[in-house]
């Protein structure tokens, strides 16, 4: 067996090992592969049964396996001609960790280029004390108004999509930390060292009556958009009636919906976008199925550019820095594979380098 397949089979037994189940378990999870086309209700598949979705007509499945690339089999369509409704979140206002994966069928739905926002509602409870994630054309936006009609909401964080995320289906994670009155958006791991998605502390005095008392409506508003007023307003999250206002209905697909009943951390974001995405190669950073000299400089570069790939995330914190290096450097230097070439060479040597000193000076 040749080097380089010895060394795939041992990364890919690495990832095994060190991959991770979900570390926090839903009280609600709303999974489309329990769904039968036809049906008026999304039940939940956990032992809660007290926040099913109805819907007013029969669901529509997508045709066949909507993503062979992951664990996601099945999906609910939703094209602007129904919604689900439930009861209010008003029970769960205190600590909670909202997790969708979602396929738009488009980030232009106007195909306006951005000239007109089409605001579509994703999921939302409550009215003018409430909370409610849109999408407005590429960007998602999550916002919480507790301070009630005559005011912008409270909170509004959002993370702009490109084409190449909503080729399969997306990861939005909003959790609330109640206590703290700290408010996070994750879209996707990648987004979780992002600006947007830093916390947001609310200074409002207001009850911590984050998700309103009105119906929750998922794919489309039930009743009044959750944390938006009946004036237009600065921030354009206003429902000036009881049918969505300014707010359509999302178009696109949903596979599953999960609700937790305490905050989700970095950690358990990623675990669970782990558990759904394909199997990650630790190390494999070009995506060319081997661990070997040729990941050296994309991981040199996430380093120097900030950004984030599971694949380079090797201490598995959510976030690619320093602590990766050498961690990164055993694999690389174990692995085989194809030989490191220059100038890759003293790419690892400055990598080598910097953890060494790292050890001795932590």
């Not at 499945?61 to 609910?76: E, K, N, Q, R």
């Not at 969505?244 to 599953?256: A, R």
């Amino acid at each position: 067996m040749s080097g380089t397949r010895i060394a795939g089979l041992w990364v890919c037994a690495l990832a095994a090992l060190t991959a991770s189940a979900p570390a926090a378990t839903p009280a609600y999870e709303y999974d489309a592969a329990t769904v039968t086309g036809g049906d008026t209700a999304w039940d939940s598949t956990t032992t809660q049964q007290d926040r099913n979705w109805a819907f007013g007509t029969g669901l529509s499945l997508a045709a066949g396996d909507p993503s062979p690339a992951t664990s996601i089999d099945a999906a609910v369509v939703f094209d602007a001609s129904d919604r689900g409704s439930t009861d209010a979140f008003d029970p769960l206002r205190n600590d909670i960790g909202i997790e969708l994966w979602i396929k738009p069928d488009s980030l232009d739905p106007d195909g306006q280029g951005g000239a007109v926002i089409t605001k579509q509602a994703v999921i939302e409870s409550g009215g003018p004390s409430g909370f409610g994630i849109s999408l407005w054309d590429d960007t998602v936006k999550a916002a919480v108004n507790r301070s009630g009609e005559a005011a912008d909401p409270d909170v509004i964080l959002t993370h702009t999509l490109t084409s190449t995320d909503v080729t399969d289906f997306v990861q939005i994670v909003f959790t609330v930390d109640a206590t703290g009155e700290t408010f996070r958006l994750y879209v996707n791991p990648a987004a979780g060292a992002a600006s947007p998605d830093t916390p947001v502390d609310s200074t409002t005095t207001a009850p911590k009556n984050w998700s309103g008392q009105n119906p929750a409506g998922l794919g489309g508003v039930a009743g009044r958009m959750g944390a938006s007023n009946r004036k237009v307003s600065t921030s354009g999250w206003y429902s000036p009636n009881e049918t969505g206002g300014v707010f359509s209905q999302f178009e696109g697909q949903i596979g599953l919906v999960r609700l937790y009943d305490d905050v989700l951390s970095g950690a358990d974001v990623a675990a669970s976008y782990n558990d759904i995405m394909p199997a990650t190669i630790l190390g494999d950073v070009n995506g060319d199925g081997v661990v070997d000299g040729l990941d050296i400089q994309p991981f040199v570069d996430l380093l120097t550019g900030g950004g984030y790939q599971a694949e380079a995330d090797i201490n598995a914190d959510a976030v690619v820095d320093g602590l990766d290096i050498q961690p990164f450097v055993d694999i690389i230097t174990g692995a085989g594979g194809n030989p490191v070439p220059e100038p890759a060479t003293l790419s690892l040597l400055a990598l080598g380098g910097i953890a060494l000193r790292r050890r001795r000076t932590g």
